[in-house]
């Protein structure tokens, strides 16, 4: 493994993230539609014909058919092969993001940073997408960036096991808390669960100090979207629920950049606010 070369590992994250992506198109499709994830299998969604393996690589299926199905010579939607491309784009790009510093030809570096990134990145697609229109944010994604912290903790190059327990379970409860209080203050709904879930996962991955960072950029993202989105909405005639935008999306973008730049743009805020 440490002798993997830069370019040899952005092939490879770009095929896992390929893969990864075409079951993030599957989560995207069923996972708001109640249907399982794991049966049926995969099958045509016209003639209900199960799809052989073959025709599922990513995005090399898709071209392969030419954009048609091969049971029904229905058109396929674009969306798919454009979802995995972008998944595959975005693993390259989260192993780039934690060795950019060698050279191509040199081996990996930080591996524990490079899955981390992974997670963080190709997640913004089924929450963005999910909680943008449904208002949901996959369990898949949200407890499952739990688990991945809490499995990449036990590896040199990150945070520790207990930093990383710690993580989840402050940044969970603490947002949950703060939910809890803003509803009682408003006296409807202020947070959801899934975003609670969400940010637990995000501390299990970068600590408490990194959620923290993390909830602050959403935050400060959130006003700078939604005050002119509300004031649009509102010259539309639009009702609450339709000119709402959820608070997972903003967490999902915050959370790479946060890993990445978050001690750096602390930093530069102390520095411009205290001068030193």
Not at 151 to 168: D, K, R, Y
């Amino acid at each position: 493994m440490e002798n993997i070369p830069l370019w040899y590992g952005l092939i490879l994250f770009f095929a896992l993230g390929a893969c990864v992506g075409s079951f993030y198109n599957v989560i995207v499709y069923r996972m708001p539609r109640g249907i399982s994830l794991i049966n049926p299998p995969s099958h045509c969604p016209l003639c209900k014909k199960r799809i052989p393996i073959y025709y599922n690589l990513p995005i090399v299926g898709w071209l392969w058919l030419r954009g048609k199905s091969a049971c029904c010579k229905q058109p396929i939607s674009v969306i798919y092969p454009i979802g995995e491309s972008l998944c595959g784009l975005l693993g390259a790009i989260a192993l780039f993001s934690a060795n950019y510093n060698i050279p191509f030809t040199a081996p990996i570096a930080n591996w524990t940073d490079a899955l981390a990134m992974f997670w963080l990145l190709l997640g913004m697609y089924p929450v963005c997408a999910i909680d943008v229109k449904y208002k949901l944010i996959p369990d898949s994604i949200s407890v499952g960036g739990i688990v991945v912290g809490l499995v990449l903790s036990m590896f040199p190059g990150g945070i520790t096991p207990f930093e990383s327990l710690l993580g989840a379970i402050g940044a969970g409860g603490g947002l949950w808390l703060l939910g809890f209080v803003a509803t009682k203050i408003l006296k409807k709904d202020a947070m959801g669960f899934g975003d609670v879930k969400l940010l637990a996962g995000y501390g299990a991955l970068m600590g408490v100090n990194g959620a923290v960072e993390t909830l602050i950029l959403a935050a400060l993202l959130g006003i700078v979207v939604m005050i002119p989105w509300a004031k649009i909405a509102e010259k539309k005639g639009l009702s609450d629920n339709s000119g709402q935008i959820p608070f997972g999306p903003f967490l999902a973008v915050s959370a790479p950049v946060m890993y990445l730049w978050g001690q750096s743009l602390l930093n530069l805020y102390v520095q411009f606010v205290i001068g030193e």
